[in-house]
């Protein structure tokens, strides 16, 4: 196992032993132009110069530059010059192993020496590898710094054979791809030994940190040494695999002892991808400590979505936290008890919600902000009720489903909430932080909400109480939840979020070459049951006569609710909105459910037009035959319409458009669908089909996941929709 980093640092070894591959991959300089002489002038400077008066007593300066005659000057040289010339170069290339069978003797002694120490050295690595890997991180340090002296003393074996003959046997055809290689492989070892050594130190000193942490809901977590810590130890690391990274591309394999080509392949094939996947951890921990870290108070909202009460951005916002944090210390200043509620007494005037909200709530309120897919949008939304509700606005916004929750509890086990007669873990989470909210809170002090507020400063205890191996866990945990956007962050400074778009964690509407889908759920009035519902869509592309492409999209729900459950048991009512590319034209649609206007709320006469969402989706227009209101919002085409399903019931519904691209596009560019999934959803599963023309064969590109296959005259993609899903194809004709 290796680990490795980028740095040009040499930093703890000797200047000698440092070799500047910089330098090797420079190109000479260009000589500086002169004036060009007549070609008669130049032959007969060059013939005169060889003339015995031109010889002196005094001690010759000797230089090693060769004047820089061009074959044309060399013909026309006279004819006994030229055989002159012709003999010495081949005398000189006869000689030449005979003049430099000494370094010759030298480099197969060397090459030995550095063949034995570097073969300890990558044993210790190995070493270092497992011990790491085992979170023993000071027996890791202990064999990187081994192997870096083996490297060293490697190092040394090959500088013995001289700078200026190594020089030399570099460029002869017989050793110079040994001294090449060997020189890559010693800098490669020594930049990844040096590079596993930092990381163990960074490693040590973080797990000493962690386990002095205290999370004080008062006083404040205080994360400042980590941050201090970590990135520029992650920096320093990051060199050390540039460096890595150059040297192996310059080693010969064939000049590697069979038995090591196997590992060399490996570890040629494996540090690329490693070099990526550093450099986006080293771009996270800049993200992290630039949110943390700040040396001015910054002040968040810390969001918790229901998704079994499905929303366009993972749930319905219920619970929510304030915080702040100030170079490293993470204080929880308040956990409203009535959740968003507490903050509508503020709003200065009331608003008109989007039509579908109007279902249950005749004005626009916060915990309804999260109306849009696109998070960045809705957190917006949600700072701007903020701020008149409070007269400020937030420095940012983190949402987090109650995965995220579960996934960490699965680690620190049960968590007891005596105050409130509660005990949870990650199998009865959801269920009974639900009926402490709904249910068995105390009516007269009418703070649900509370329970929240008591959780979560216990379920930080517990996760920094966890041992040291148990560490790299939680940090799955949360990267694979910002991955599969469990958690969504929002910064109001323009750069920060900048990055945090680049590392795929602002949850934003995306765009794509080709085609694109995203299919969006609200529940609106439906209960908690979006965790009972399974849904299947079926995208099926085919050319029309026209060559125009028409897209057939049909979604089959069912509701798996117990009509006896109190939680379960009621039927999911949602607004779904088909996100597709901009310019797609409505076809039909049909088994939808009617939502007439006499189910609405009734929006008071006062009630003012928002300023902002009218410019995010603007209605278009709306289909009289199924009432599918067709709009258009973040670079797509939008459609939206209704679906009512109560427990053990199934429904099929459908709609169909015509794409902005013909098969004259595809013919020329090729087809790419990019399938984003919503956060907070699950149980999906995606069948995209492409139908093609018999003359003409099918190319694909490798799918993010799932399978491709090919049936008939047809291409077929199948995958769960738990993350963004995507494929490719081209076409070749017969």
Known sequence: MLHSSKSNSTEGVPQQNVLDLRKMLQRPKPAPEVKKKPVQKIVKEQLSSLRPTHFSIEKPKVSMRLPQVSFVYFRRLPGHWRSVLVFAAIALLLLSPMLLSGPVRRLHTAKGEVLAASTQAYAFLQTAGDEASQFEFSKAEDAFNQALSQ?????????????????ILRIMPFTGSSVTTGEALLTAGQSIARAGQRFSQAAQVLTEQTSQLDPNVEQGTNLQEIFQVLPPALDDISSDIDVALAAIKKVDPKQVPESYRDALEQVRSQLPSFYVAFHRVQSSVHVLSTLFSSGEEKQYALVFQNSNELRPTGGFMGSWALISVRDGRVKVLEVPGRGFLDLNFGSDAPYVPPEPLQLVNPTWQIQ??????????????????YERARGYQLDGIIAMTPAVVEDLLSLTGSIELPDYDLQVDAESFRTGLQEAVEVTYDKELNQPKQVVGALLPKLLESVFALPTKDLLQVASVLTDSLAHRDILLYSKDVDLQNEIRDLGWAGEVLSAPHDYLQVVEANIGGGKTDGMMQQDISHEVSIQSDGSLEVHLTLHRRNLGDPNDEWTGVKNVSYLRFYVPEGSRFLSAEGFTAIGPGRQQRVPSDAQSDPTSAGLEQIDAEDALSHTQISHGFAKTIFGNWLELGPGEEVTATISYQLPFT???VRKDGYSLYVQQQAGTSQRTLLSSFSFPESFTPNWSSPTGGEVYRLGNS???????VMDQSYALSFTKR
Do not use: C
């Open 368 to 385: 309804d902000a999260n109306w849009w897919p696109d998070f960045p949008s809705s957190a917006e939304k949600i700072n701007w009720f």
């Open 715 to 721: 291409v077929r993609f199948s995958a769960p929709l």
């Open 663 to 665: 098969w004259d596009d």
């Open 151 to 167: 490297f060293q003393d490697a190092q040394n074996s090959f500088d013995g054979i001289g700078g200026s003959l190594k020089t």
